[in-house]
């Protein structure tokens, strides 16, 4: 494997940070509400919507593009995104020194706005490690883990499958990836269950990430 790795992409919500830094549920509470709002129906039953969408298409607002006719995107995600990142992350001085020491080129795969991303590594202080972002309008507002996504970040990047390792905190994000011939690796907090991902490689956090690099 590490003959051939050249390149590193990460996805952004709860790999680079925690999962209890609460971001991700504030996101989800507002694309309920947006949901909700945009749909006629109670949050309850938007909440329930949203999860399907989400197991189907990867996101909720592809599932609401492609099933439901909606055609507002941005509005989508500004409603979606709190700007005050600040309430929810802790700067993290052992993340930037994991990140500064490893000498591969990486960028960010995310299925969030690119605004979103830049607010989060701009105050976690790692925005200088990272080539590129890679955001939800890269393939007309079709995320992970469409194929299509992948190879395009790809084609960009001018890289093989083969050569790059994707890290992200969901198995099925992973899965899809892996399936177009690329490296993978889980983000998996203590506890975390791999079930359809089985065998999958893992660490705890990101700050584990040059020592699995260097066991490679």
Same mark, same amino acid.
């Given at each position: 494997?590490?003959? &051939? $790795?050249?390149y590193?992409?990460?996805?952004l919500d709860e790999?680079?940070y925690?999962s ?6 504030e996101?989800s509470?507002?694309? @309920?509400?947006y949901?909700?709002? *945009?749909?006629n129906?109670?949050? +309850?039953?938007?909440a329930?919507?949203?999860?399907s ?5 990867? @996101?909720?607002l592809?599932g609401l593009?492609?099933e439901?006719?909606?055609?507002? /995107? %941005?509005s989508?995600?500004?409603f979606?995104h709190? @700007? ?6 802790h700067k993290?001085?052992e993340l930037?020194?994991? $990140?500064?020491?490893?000498d591969?080129?990486? +960028?960010?795969?995310?299925n969030?706005p690119? &605004?979103?991303?830049?607010?989060i590594? %701009? ?5 200088q490690?990272f %080539?590129?972002i ?10 992970? /883990? %469409?194929?299509?996504v992948?190879?395009h970040v ?9 050569e790059v ?6 198995i099925?994000y992973l899965l899809? *990836? ?8 889980w983000?998996? &907090? &203590?506890?975390?269950?791999?079930g359809p991902g ?7 956090n990101?700050?584990?990430?040059p020592?699995?690099?260097?066991r490679l």
């Amino acid at each position: 494997m590490s003959a &051939e $790795l050249s390149y590193l992409l990460f996805d952004l919500d709860e790999t680079l940070y925690p999962s209890t830094s609460g971001i991700v549920e504030e996101i989800s509470r507002r694309m @309920t509400r947006y949901v909700s709002q *945009f749909l006629n129906v109670d949050e +309850s039953d938007a909440a329930r919507l949203r999860r399907s969408l989400s197991q189907k298409h990867g @996101t909720t607002l592809t599932g609401l593009m492609s099933e439901h006719g909606f055609r507002d /995107p %941005e509005s989508y995600l500004e409603f979606a995104h709190p @700007t005050d990142v600040h309430r929810y992350l802790h700067k993290d001085p052992e993340l930037v020194a994991a $990140l500064r020491s490893i000498d591969l080129p990486k +960028s960010i795969l995310t299925n969030a706005p690119q &605004e979103h991303a830049r607010r989060i590594l %701009e105050y976690l202080e790692i925005g200088q490690f990272f %080539e590129r972002i890679f955001d939800i309008r890269v393939n007309a507002f079709r995320g992970k /883990p %469409e194929a299509a996504v992948y190879i395009h970040v790809l084609e960009e990047l001018k890289r093989e499958a083969r050569e790059v390792l994707f890290i992200d905190n969901r198995i099925d994000y992973l899965l899809g *990836f892996e399936k177009i011939g690329g490296k993978v690796l889980w983000v998996a &907090e &203590e506890g975390a269950e791999a079930g359809p991902g089985q065998g999958i490689p893992r660490i705890a956090n990101v700050k584990q990430l040059p020592g699995f690099l260097e066991r490679l």
